[in-house]
């Protein structure tokens, strides 16, 4: 259950089923074009993988800003809905902040849907704490 950083086409293509359980609105047929245009912008994704296929997912960035310094943000943390609670996001979640560690960054960080409590409740349980509000406004309909 060791998480791996993808990088070939063939492995992001591989991640879009679990990834679309948490961004359902990314098409399949733009995920990879949209995931190597993001990688420009310094994400990364990282998987799980259970007898070959992808279990749970992670869309991360190590960058710096004025608010906290350097910091590895995780855009993105899914388990396939039918693999939760067995130990694939705790796993994701410590080699995440292992490699914070690694890239000495200061802070380690990720925002979550007001709705996604079951996640809320994971993540207070693995230490993280609520810190801020995020604020947004929709500029487009329907994005």
Request: proline share 3%.
């Amino acid at each position: 259950m060791a998480p791996e950083l993808v990088e070939s086409d063939a492995a992001i293509a591989a991640c879009y089923d679990v990834m679309a359980e948490l961004r359902p609105h990314v098409p399949r047929e733009s995920f990879l074009a949209t995931v190597r245009a993001m990688q420009a912008d310094g994400l990364r994704l990282a998987c799980i993988r259970e007898d070959g296929r992808v279990v749970a997912v992670a869309g991360y960035r190590i960058s710096n800003n004025l608010f906290c310094g350097k910091h590895l943000y995780v855009d993105d943390l899914v388990t396939t809905d039918a693999e939760r609670s067995k130990g694939h996001g705790k796993a994701l979640l410590a080699w995440l902040r292992a490699l914070a560690v690694e890239n000495d960054c200061d802070v380690f960080h990720l925002d979550s849907g007001v709705q996604r409590k079951r996640a809320h409740q994971f993540y207070l349980r693995e230490g993280l704490e609520l810190s801020s509000y995020h604020f947004s406004e929709r500029l487009k309909p329907g994005t």
